[in-house]
Each structure stands twice: as structure tokens, then as C-alpha cells.
């Protein structure tokens, strides 16, 4: 056997043991008569012991070519450690060794092997097999794990079945564009990637199998960020007889499991608030509810008070940031360059500092005397100390801008806190949204959700006005997971198409065997999907997912590691009836 033990479990009741180790060398120190070694495992750090008067002599000469990295297998006893180490669990023992293998010798590596490297991240996905030895990345692939893990107890435990769904399907429209790939034995036609298994799992509650769950992998062609993927991992759930309350209470209850089981926490408090009053209050239907900033309107204290910024104002806007009334004019100026990059796009931005004595003063004094600048605290819940922060223009946008800004005045002043967990549900998202480019409806959700009974009859005149059952869940201002009550039949199913723009044969074509399955009985059912990748991520404390991925892409969509995607070569292309014009 290549050990007895591993490298983080031996202690001091272990002293006179015999035991075989195998690992990496983290680092040899050379003293002459004396050779310390430390070998390092998946399980921790053992220190090894080559000494002139005690240990072979080609052993010991053996140990002294030992490099970083080196594949080693040892034997020897177990002894106590006379400089004992108390940050390791194996710190008050060593290794006196006896018999050394150098079962593979390794090239010095392009960065270091430690918890703080010098590596910087393209040297690092580059020889990522590398960087998964380092305990940051190496710990978070095991929270990975014990985090899915827990997920398939809970679901296991309440019925789910975990079914598998087909990786390779037809191109559907579902917002992002599809990979797709080509099938040789079918001259001219492609598979898709799944972007989610959404028609497969509605299939599977028609087929009666009630309770579905899948940790599975989903495919989009978008451009990247830090917090997104082309290839991320869903926890894919659909019941069946359920209404939205049920779908509701039980992924509630998945999100109090995981944060007692993986942080310890326990969560009574899981706030719904509808869509409009999301965007209304935070600016964004993913609000981060650690604190608070939420949103005062302005507009019946800023008005026609002879300031054309804000008469011509579709709306006008403020936060009362706490603490901030000490803030220097060359902080302000900050923010408000800042808020003027072309990533935030607001025009400028007008403050309004609330002094210890109850006075105020703002930029605006010309315009606003001082029961005006009272109004806007009271509205905005400012106090003495604070500085109010106003922002201007059209709705949308002005909301949308401030809310950039709360949330980069809540990260400088430490608000976002990694270790407070603050969950809720956004409900009531509008069914469909218009796209101005194209003038056409698309759904906000997918084609599946179902609108709200009571709004059904909006579709034909105001169909930005219907509610969807659909529902979010949002864990420290990040979409964790969302989902929808499904249509279930066939001739609202050909209704919601139709208010899409698809034709009868584009949805027959697109979806005909879904609607097909609906004529042979299809249940009640509805459905959520949780972002594993994401959700992991937020409960390790991080704001980005690809130290929770083994073998992440970069942000132009490659695997710099394998040198992915990279071109086939023409036998292939002709296999597949695939010419390649690159312009």
C-alpha cells in the first residue's frame, strides 16, 4: 500500500507508530546533519525527519535532492517533535524516516504552492492542476461538495427523485444563445447544449414523477463576468400539485438547512416583497437587505423649485448614506465622477449633508432653503451625521443608477458584510417585458411561466401589466435561485406563445411535443432552480464563483489550461458537412 494514513490525521497517541505516508514535499529545509521536510496531502501537513545519526545513509543522501513538489513515498516512526508547531493538528509529532521512494520527480513549479502565492490569476488557470493544491482553492472544492451534498439529503429526504436529463437537444428560445453542436450522422442539423432542462423536467411531472430533482450542468453563449460562467451548475427541482406557497416553503426551507448545517446560522426571517416594490425601494429586483439606504422619491420636495435639472425630471431620487456628513468635498467629487463613469452613466449628482445641529447644507443652496432639505431627509430617513445623495432622469435608469451607487457606498463603508446572511423573496415579476429595439414582448422568466389568473384578461390590452408566478430568491443582493408556477395546458400554453410573436407552426416547430404532452393529462406543477455555482460562493464568503470551479473559464469563455476552444481539423469539418468562412 502507498500509506498507512494520510498526511493531517497523526498525533500524539500515534508516537512509536509505524506508518507509511505518501504526498508532495511542500518545502525541505537543509541543515546539514539534519533534513526537515514537510509532506504535504489533501488532509494537511506532516513533518518528516532525515537525520545523519539515525537514518540510512542512502537515504538520507536521498533526501537531500528532494525539490518542491517532488511525489514521495515514506515509511518510518512516529516520534515526538521537540519545536512543536500548534497552528497544524499534526504539530507535536514528526516523522523519523526510514525508507524513502521518489516515486515522481516534479519541474519546479511557475508559482508558489502556499496560501498566499505569487502566482497571478492567468499564471494560476494556466496550471490550474497546480492551484487546486493550494488550500484556498483545495477547501473550496470541498465546501463545494459538502454544500451538494447537504442539498441532496434535504430534497432526498422529502421524496425528490434525482433524475438525469439529456445534455444534447434541440436549439430553443429561452433568452441566451444556445452551443450548439453538429451531428454527423445527421447531415445539416445540430444539437443544442441545454440552457436549463425546463421542458424535460415539465415532461417529467407529465410522466408522474412528482418530485424531480438534478444537480446539473447548463450551457449559455453570453459574454462573461466574474459572478458568471458558460457552463454553470444548476440545483433543478419541479413538483407536481403544487401551488406557488408550496415551492415557496420548501426551497425556505432548503436555504435555513444550509445555512445551519454548512454556517451554523439559523434564519426565521425570510421577507416576500413584490417585484415593484424591489425596484421602487433598491433599484433592482436582487436587493441586498444587510442594510439599509433604501430609496426616499423626491420629486414633490424637488420640483418647481426654479432647479431645471430636476423639473425636467421624470423622477428624482435620494439615500441617506449613514456617516457620510464627514465625508470631504474631494470624496463627494469622487462619487460623483464615479457615478458619471459610462458603466453607471448618471449626469451628476446633487448632496445634501445633515449637520449635528439639524441645519443642513447642500449643493443646492441656491434653490432649496432649509425646510426643503428637512423634507428630504425625513423622506429619505436621514439623520444627523448623514449625507443625502440625489440623482435625477428617467425612471429606469435613475433608479438603476442608484442603485449602483448604494451598493458601492455599502461595500467602501463595510456594510456587506461576508459573514451576515440576509435572504428573501422577490414575487409578482411582471409576465413579459418589451424589448424597445424590436417592439416585441418577451418573457421575462421563459415561455412556461404562468401568468397570474386575475391578470389573464391584460394580455390583450396592457400585457406589461400582467404578474407572472414566478418568484425569486435573493441571498445578500444576489439572485440565488428562482423559479415559476408552469402553464400546465395547451390552449394557454398557444396563448402566451402567441403574445410572444411565434407563429402556430414556429411554436408547433419550437415546441409542439411539449404542448403535445399537455393533451395526455400534465398536472399542476411549478418548479425552481437554485445557481449552485453562486449560491456556494455567497455561503463561503466570496463574491465570485471560479475559486468554487475546478476548471473555471476565463472571461473570454477559454480554458487557457487546455487551450480551449481550439480549431478541428479538416477531416473532422468534412465528417460533419461543415465548411468554416472566416471573414
Known sequence: MYRSHNCGELNASNINTEVTLAGWVQKSRDKGFMNWVDLRDRYGITQLIFDESRSDKTV???????????????????????????NIPTGDIEILVSELTILNAALTPPF?????????????MKYRYLDIRRNPVKNSLLFRHKVAMEVRKYLSDLDFCEVETPYLIKSTPEGARDFVVPSRMNEGQFYALPQS???????????????????????????????????????????AFVEQEDILNVFEGLTRHLLKEIKGIEVEKFPRITYDYAMKTYGNDKPDIRFGMEFGELNEFAQHKEFPVFNAAELVVGIAVPGAGNYTRKEID????????????????VYSKCNDDGTYKSSVDKFYDQEDLAQWAKITGAKPGDMIFVLSGPADKTRAQLSALR?????????????EFAPLWVVDFPLLELDEESGRYHAMHHPFTS???????????????????????????????????RIHDKATQQLMFKYLGFTEDE??????????????????????????????????GQETIRDFIAFPKNNSGRDVMIDAPAKIDDSQLKELHIKVDLV
Open 60 to 86: 538520507f543522501e536521498l533526501a537531500k535532492t528532494l525539490g518542491r513538489e517532488f511525489v514521495i513515498q515514506v515509511k518510518g516512526t512516529v516520534i515526538e517533535r521537540e519545536a512543536k508547531n500548534k
Open 112 to 124: 508558489t504552492i502556499e496560501d498566499e502565492t505569487d502566482g497571478g490569476e492567468d499564471i494560476r
Open 197 to 239: 432542462p425546463q421542458t424535460f423536467k415539465q415532461l417529467l411531472m407529465v410522466g408522474g414523477m412528482d418530485k424531480y430533482f438534478q444537480i446539473v450542468k447548463c450551457f449559455r453563449d453570453e459574454d462573461l463576468r466574474a459572478d458568471r460562467q458558460p457552463e454553470f451548475t444548476q440545483i433543478d427541482c419541479e413538483m
Open 334 to 349: 469622487g462619487l460623483i465622477d464615479w457615478v458619471k463613469r459610462p458603466q453607471v452613466g448618471a449626469s451628476g449628482m
Open 407 to 419: 451598493m458601492e457606498l455599502a461595500t467602501r463603508l463595510g456594510l456587506r458584510k461576508p459573514e
Open 451 to 485: 401568468p397570474k389568473p386575475e391578470d389573464m384578461h391584460l394580455l390583450e390590452t396592457q400585457p406589461g401589466k400582467v404578474r407572472a408566478n414566478a418568484y425569486d430568491m435573493v441571498l445578500n443582493g444576489n439572485e440565488i435561485g428562482g423559479g415559476s408556477i
Open 507 to 540: 411554436a408547433k416547430a419550437q415546441f409542439g411535443f411539449l404542448m403535445d404532452a399537455f393533451q395526455f393529462g400534465a398536472p399542476p406543477h411549478g418548479g425552481l432552480a437554485f445557481g449552485l455555482d453562486r449560491l456556494v460562493a455567497i455561503l463561503g
